[in-house]
């Protein structure tokens, strides 16, 4: 098998606007608008230092869109409700952080978690989002206004950040899951089917903006249905991103098996910052595990790696200490550049 050299590396940046709701009032006026522009700053040198280190992709794990939708057609928030002027506001920092972007070369990622809705969209729309006879908060995948709340959700997102390139979608780990409804007009949906409609509809949308969609393939994906499964149902123009690691990122699991799987694109996904070996607490060098993962990359005939980082993790911050994000990240792509790079001299 010939060996594929690497053409495309990306940060997937844990911490730049994750936490928007923390700058609210309970009513949703933005209260700390300093903490917002401090945000935008932190991310617009973030995106300079990665331009820097060689890559070409940067995701911003936004999880969540509620921050950024006023959720027009639905009268959710009448004219002068403060959430309005606090998702404008929302809306334009971001536009402003990611401005420099293509002058940087990058290609802007944002990582969203399906469905995740402002609580006046459930008191609201909830009867027609549940399911049939459900009295709690599940939504249906088998009703259509589901799928047309999405879509138009998702339509606004793209449209007021225009620089946005990828869309990462998550099927787990979310606040409302499609898998939970079981109801009678949804019940003949397996999980399966239930993955690939929700990516299908999610690539309807991004192919309309011309922005890439990227599969990230955990969770149920694959502790269920079947990875080689799911992935066959999907649109072709679909990306998958698969962990580096059979599961999440532990230092004892072996090499995901379907690293290199069929003819989709694929991106595989490494960790720097150790949420499983301590936050950045004390060392945890990773650099020739990760040559040794990315030879397999390589001769699987993969070509696009990503590397998940966070700047503030919970213990010690990035640049505190030379361990954790800092260096693993400097070996990662050293080993990209050149996979038989000496990091001891290096590093």
């Known amino acids: 098998m010939v060996s594929h050299r690497i053409q495309e590396v990306g940060l997937v940046d844990h911490q730049s606007f994750f936490a928007l709701y923390e700058m609210l009032s309970p009513t949703g006026e933005l209260i700390h608008p300093e903490r917002l522009e401090a945000e935008k700053r932190l991310l ?3 995106l300079r230092q990665a331009a820097e280190d060689g890559c070409t992709v940067y995701h911003v794990f936004g999880r969540s869109l509620i921050e950024f939708l006023t959720y027009e057609g639905y009268d959710i928030y009448p004219s002068d409700h403060p959430m309005r002027a606090s998702v404008l506001r929302f809306r334009e920092a971001l536009n402003e952080a990611l401005a420099e972007a293509p002058q940087l070369g990058l290609r802007i990622g944002f990582s969203i978690n399906q469905f995740t809705f402002a609580d006046e969209v459930y008191h609201k729309l909830g009867d027609q989002l ?41 099927t787990n780990e979310t606040q409302v899951s499609i898998l939970e409804c079981k109801c009678p007009l949804c019940a003949d949906l397996d999980m399966v089917q239930r993955i690939q409609l929700l990516t299908n509809t999610t690539q309807e949308v991004c192919a309309a903006h011309d922005v890439e969609l990227q599969l990230r393939s955990w ?18 123009e679909v990306a998958v ?99 038989e790079a000496d990091l001891d001299t290096l590093l």
């Not at 549940?130 to 793209?158: K, N």
């Not at 966070?310 to 050149?338: I, M, Q, Y």
């Open 44 to 46: 617009q040198a973030r």
């Open 130 to 170: 549940r399911g049939a006879g459900e009295s709690r908060g599940r939504v249906c995948p088998g009703r259509d206004f589901t799928w047309q709340l999405y879509r138009d959700m998702l339509a606004e997102f793209l449209e007021a950040v225009p620089g946005i390139d990828i869309i990462q979608l998550t």
């Open 219 to 236: 969770g149920e994906m694959e502790d269920e249905g079947g990875f080689d499964r799911i992935s066959d149902g999907l649109h072709p």
């Open 241 to 339: 991103s698969v962990k580096n690691t059979a599961g999440d990122f532990h230092l004892h699991l072996p090499p995901h098996p379907m690293i290199g799987y069929g003819d989709r694109s694929q991106i595989v996904e490494f960790d720097a910052w150790r949420e499983f070996s301590g936050w950045n607490s004390f060392p945890c060098y990773m650099g020739e595990i990760y040559r040794e993962r990315l030879r397999l990359v390589q001769r699987e005939g993969v070509e696009r790696v990503t590397l998940r980082i966070t700047w503030l993790p919970p213990s010690r911050k990035l640049e505190e200490v030379p361990w954790g994000n800092l260096l693993n990240r400097r070996a990662f792509l050293a080993l990209v550049e050149d996979l």
